[in-house]
């Protein structure tokens, strides 16, 4: 991470009763800042707020807000819990899967998009949902998904 992320960190650390509780507000920011978090930077951080490299790393593996892998711009998270499978989020995944000619866990040439399926996204009465980035869509369907990809693609031309 550059200095300007680490004095960010330091000075989110101070705020906090204990170094513990900033640790997923200081993961946040990294995520925010780089689009995902590398292993150096959770090692660091590991170092900078003197906790153990393994709680630092299982957090950051643990919510799926958080990416340890280079995303898109555009990072598609497909929900393919139980609710969100039952109403046909494998048919969603696999319909943004073959529209932007990516698998899971990869990124499109151009850098724009990345797909991911994750778990619950706490939007089971709302089904099929997915996340794109930080924003949230609830009763997701192809004709809605393929307006959410266009209007990215219109907006990054
Ligand atoms: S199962 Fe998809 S949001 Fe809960």
Known sequence: MDN????????????FPS???????????LQKKYGYIA?????ELS????????????????YSMLSLKKTGRY????????????LNGASLLSYISEKLGIREGEVTPDGLFSLAS????????YA???QINMEHYENISIEKVDGLIEAI???ER
Do not use: W, Y
């Open 118 to 125: 994750v778990e619950c996204l706490g939007s089971c009465g």
């Open 128 to 130: 099929p949902a997915i």
């Open 4 to 15: 300007k992320a680490k004095r960010h960190i330091i000075k989110l650390v101070s705020r």
């Open 153 to 155: 693609k219109k907006k």
């Open 47 to 62: 170092e900078i707020m003197n906790l153990p490299e393994a709680r630092v790393f299982s957090t950051a593996s643990f």
């Open 75 to 86: 990072h598609i998270q497909v929900c393919m819990n139980v609710v969100c499978s039952l």
């Open 19 to 29: 170094k513990e509780s900033a640790l997923l507000p200081a993961l946040a920011l």
């Open 39 to 43: 292993e150096d930077d959770l090692v």
